[in-house]
């Protein structure tokens, strides 16, 4: 009798759920323990897989890394510009967009993935790109594209939109992030981080009307 699991080809349910489980254990190694500190054997082991798997769906580490830093900027980016009603008022959207972004960028998961990045910068500027691609340049892009659509519409205009759009992430993120990325702050509560977004969105519209 031919064993069945024996004929399962790359992108079948089992090797998926095997990269899957690969890559939640990267994801979760890669943060804790750093990335000079993991090892594909860590990997392996924690994902319940041989070496040989590992290496049969990453060639090596540096790949292996820069796929677990991909999936978890992918998991934790909000659908901040999804379903847009395209008739609402600016300010409504920057306020929606504005909480999201803060509840992102202060989550646990955020910041734990911030601190690695700042620790590997000197070391490998080609996975710091990695980084910079699959998360804060997405989130910037699609800020651009939607200031653009909006330049000149409610007395607002934006000479550059992409710079406005690294401004108004800047003012979002602020001190207090910066405090928590540190270890030297604490998140602030609902009021105040209400108020945080509300303050920067009114000085952001004063500062681009037209």
Not at 8 to 15: E, I, L, N, S, V
Not at 29 to 48: C, I, K, P, Q, W
Not at 103 to 119: D, G
Request: net charge negative; with cysteine.
């Amino acid at each position: 009798m031919t064993d069945s699991t024996s004929n399962t080809g790359p992108g079948r349910p089992k090797d998926l759920a095997k990269r899957q489980a690969i890559l939640d254990a990267a994801k979760t190694l890669f943060v804790r323990n750093g990335y000079a500190s993991t090892s594909m054997d860590a990997v392996a082991t924690e994902a319940g897989v041989s070496k040989l798997t590992v290496y049969s769906h990453f060639n090596d580490k540096e790949t292996l890394f820069s796929a677990a830093v991909v999936a978890r900027c992918e998991e934790q980016l909000p659908e901040l510009f999804v379903d847009m009603p395209p008739n609402a008022p600016v300010e409504k959207v920057l306020l929606g967009i504005a909480r999201g972004f803060q509840t992102l960028i202060n989550s646990p998961e955020s910041l734990e993935l911030h601190r690695l990045m700042i620790a590997l910068g000197t070391q490998d500027s080609k996975l710091s790109e990695v980084f910079f691609e699959a998360g804060p340049q997405r989130i910037l892009h699609e800020m651009e594209r939607f200031l653009t659509r909006v330049n000149d519409t409610e007395g607002l205009h934006f000479d550059s939109p992409m710079s406005a759009a690294g401004h108004f992430l800047s003012l979002i993120k602020g001190v207090c992030n910066f405090r928590l990325l540190i270890g030297n702050g604490e998140l602030p509560n609902e009021q105040a981080a209400e108020q945080h977004v509300q303050e920067v969105v009114a000085l952001f519209l004063k500062a681009y009307k037209a």
